[in-house]
């Protein structure tokens, strides 16, 4: 297996180990970088208690589902849909030899439904559960029946960066918790205000520049969706001042994998990146060599209308 430089979440992982053999159940708080989410499933596949049964990890983006995926395939020098892959909505990425399959919520809740007593998976792993949506707490409840009345032996971990978590353990029959700090670091805040009636792409690409002229390293910029990412990026890509050093890398949910996989990726070396992205960056993923970060302080949402009965963005 080739791990990389430590990680935070290594520490308290021999803990891990011990309480899901013992109890069955876990819950794992783990401050955002700490490696929660691509160590924590390679580093149980191989414990005796599995009995060579494979591992479901529920992730609830899709974005972050195939990055973490293709991550652990890398990790043990493997493609993704060998031993690591992952399900999703439209895409399958899996074969006979894969043990770690990630899925987001909707996968999860089917593959209970058909098959409640999960044949041949030994652990669920619910990821980001603070996020919390209908999916995943139904996935939840089910994974519990299922170990209630048809499998003693399948084991449950719950894992998020910002949980109650002893409410959680409560809901999962008084399971131990375990706690892994994560590595802090100095934050600076600058408001940079915007200018009267300023379209929200001038104002984001005034700011990438001043951004990118009075510090190193590369910038992600969260903005509300494809639409003004595409504008933003026209008008960086027409900027006379950006060096060739530059590269701009868009992030949404609908851009095909190789570019998603480029903004996730480290730059070159020499480059600089400027990572265009929606909110699906703001948690799961880890997006490598960002210094700073600009938020334009307004995002897309789905909100229920009760007049129409329907949800628009």
Known sequence: MNISQPMPIDEVLPVLIEKLQESGRAVLTAEPGAGKTTRTPLALLNEAWLDGQGIIMLEPRRLAARAAAVYMAQQLGESVGETVGYRIRTESRVSARTRITVVTEGILTRMLQNDPGLTGIGLIIFDEFHERSLH???GLALAMQSRSLLREDLRILVMSATLDAVAVADLLEDAPVIECKGSMYP??????????????????TRTILQALHDHSGSLLVFLPGAREIRRVQSALDQEQRLGSDVLITPLYGSLPQDLQQQAIAVPPSGKRKIVLATSIAESSLTVAGITVVIDSGLRRTALFSPRTGISRL
Do not use: K
């Open 136 to 138: 995943a707490d139904l």
């Open 187 to 204: 934050v600076e805040t600058i408001y940079v205000p915007s200018r009267q009636n300023e379209p929200l792409e001038s104002a984001a």
